[in-house]
DNA sequence: ATACAGTCTGACACCGGTGTCATAATGTCG
DNA sequence: CGACATTATGACACCGGTGTCAGACTGTAT
């Protein structure tokens, strides 16, 4: 199998190499029989141009970074499989590069990166679509950026984040309706500005219907099944034990679910426990977890298609675009019992 | 900031452009003073090789690419922390590239994944590193390749995989200590060969110690929770029920569990169930699942590593390695009650 | 026919490195 | 001290594409 280069397309087509280069393209002024008949030898030589050479040409490599940061494997694992849709579409390559948001070197982290991979764009998800720093020195680098899931609004950048508020908000009504009134929540990480929003929806809800807001209910946690078993003890503790739990993600609610079980406080009879994000696990366990399903695949694919356009051709107007969040009921959750 | 290139770090040592490849590449034959010299440069200047150019002077892309095609999302997270590794500290970067063994056309998809990315090597997980098909294609186009987790024994590449059958060996001889003797089986996928390895070692367990095997106590899995959770149905309707259920993998593990609470099935005290990976959600669910752990990081470390010093400098020998896996006991096994 | 704009095409330099080979400088030995 | 091997260095082509620009070839208006 011999290589098969622009330069024996172009002997083979009789045209010169700036002429195939034309047609690979797409650029104008190619006569219509010299493009068919150079279409006709890429076909004939099974042709494929090498990326290589074309990203040391122009100066580019074809690979989008997903930074990430975050202890949860599942959301990662969805937002690879939405950032992989639009790159194996647009004919990109995914490269994935895990690093501390908290790690002092976090800058040189990524400036390493950047220098040993040439990328051409980067997708930033929670923690680091809310990073001034990090985002700031992209900038100055002058790299391409999107953000997933961020909060920082009116920037000029390209952000598609789901309306966690609005999820939060309709996940304690659910709550609410079902006749619960002492309601705990567990708070996310801090550095993820998921974790305010989903907080100030629960405090609106709670508002709406006149629930008394009552700190001692809220506990913190940082979206790792860890923090949640070590706030499901704090809130189980309780005296009186509220009638229901609010977990900011599934993970931490899996663990008030696990404690609740070796206690044997029977959920949802005696307590109702709900949870964000619809990870798999919401579905793997018994009783199944009521809680907010978030189009993350969807967010990131549209992040990454996003990116890739203002990579070929850079335009002024910012893309933002907010995504509904859905209440996914399951067993987790039931009436409050007046006993 | 300026672009740093070898010809302005040449022009500014005052050598030529080959005598700083030189210098970059610790090939021999430069003096000292001169090596000393341009290394000073490079400090002074910041230079950073441009991987791009490298890559095409050398036909290399310092590129991994790793294949999957499995339900288990921590499982694949797990591959990846363990590639990712191995390539960072190498300097390579890693492409992730999902694919479907089953699909027909998986030798175009991976042929189209080698034409635009010139990936340098491939690790295969399961069950690619399986697949003799895909194998003869990457030896036919001289693609390195490591194996992971594959029972093909003896051919000459790198593969590297967890002794699967001693794992399954133990965790039924547990099992058998605890007691039982009806212990039902959930096979995994029939396309992985850890398949086969583990229901081998149940097998060779019960048979250690005089226990009939029963061809009605085994389930057929696919490793992801569905299937067990169809299995766990087909099992816990037995008559009379088993007392102990070994899954193949701790996904099917929890879908067993999943049921049982369901059914009112006391877990431990009337089933025993175990599971194989130590996947997170052993630990995530009450009662926590036995199961076995496999060093699943540290064989792709391992295979990575293996991999990229085998792209720099071929060798003759195969490096193949087996390592062990280790019974972990939580609170989902317990002796047979007699009652 | 002449001028001029618009379309098509190819020669050539260039991206930033590496490989080959010739040559200069140095060392070794009889 | 000359003959020869070894080490150090650079000139130059090359990897496989793209960008620039000049020139040839159309078509249309004068």
Chains 1, 2 share one sequence.
Request: with cysteine; hydrophobic share 35%.
């Amino acid at each position: 199998m011999k290589k098969v280069t622009i330069n024996s397309v172009a002997e083979y087509a009789g045209v010169s190499k700036k002429t195939v280069s034309r047609v690979l393209n797409n650029e104008p002024n190619v006569s219509p029989a010299t493009r068919e008949k150079v279409l006709k030898v890429f076909e004939e030589l099974n042709y494929k141009p090498n990326p290589i050479a074309r990203g040391l040409a122009q100066n580019r490599s074809f690979i989008i970074g997903c930074l990430y940061d975050n202890p949860s494997k599942s959301y990662i694992t969805r937002v690879q499989s939405g950032a992989l849709e639009a790159c194996q579409k647009h004919s990109y390559n995914l490269l994935i590069h895990p690093c501390e948001l908290r790690g002092q070197d976090l800058i040189d982290n990524v400036d390493q990166l950047l220098t040993t991979s040439r990328l051409d764009g980067i997708v930033l998800t929670p923690p680091f679509s809310d990073s001034n720093e990090l985002i700031a020195f992209l900038k100055q680098r002058n790299i391409p950026y999107a953000r997933v899931a961020s909060a920082i609004e009116g920037d000029d950048s390209i952000s598609i984040r789901s309306n966690d508020e609005q999820g939060a908000f309709e996940l304690t009504e659910h709550l609410i309706n079902l006749g619960h009134t002492e309601i705990a929540f567990i708070k996310g990480h801090p550095d993820h500005s998921a974790t305010e929003n989903r907080f100030s929806g629960y405090q609106k809800a709670l508002a709406k219907h006149g629930i008394e807001y009552r700190e001692r209910l809220v506990a913190e946690g940082n979206f790792s099944y860890h923090s949640g078993a070590d706030s499901a003890k704090a809130i189980l503790d309780l005296e009186p034990r509220p009638t229901a739990v609010f977990a900011s993600n599934d993970y931490m609610a899996a663990a008030v679910l696990k404690l609740a079980t070796q206690r044997e406080i029977k959920v949802p009879e005696q307590l109702s426990i709900a949870g964000f994000d619809n990870a798999p696990i919401a579905r793997h366990i018994w009783p199944g977890l009521t809680t907010i399903a978030q189009p993350v695949e969807e967010m990131t694919r549209i992040a990454v298609e996003e990116l890739i356009k203002h990579i070929s051709q850079p335009q002024e107007a910012p893309f933002q675009q907010v995504l509904e969040a859905k209440l996914i009921t399951r067993e987790s959750t039931k009436a409050r019992s007046d006993s």
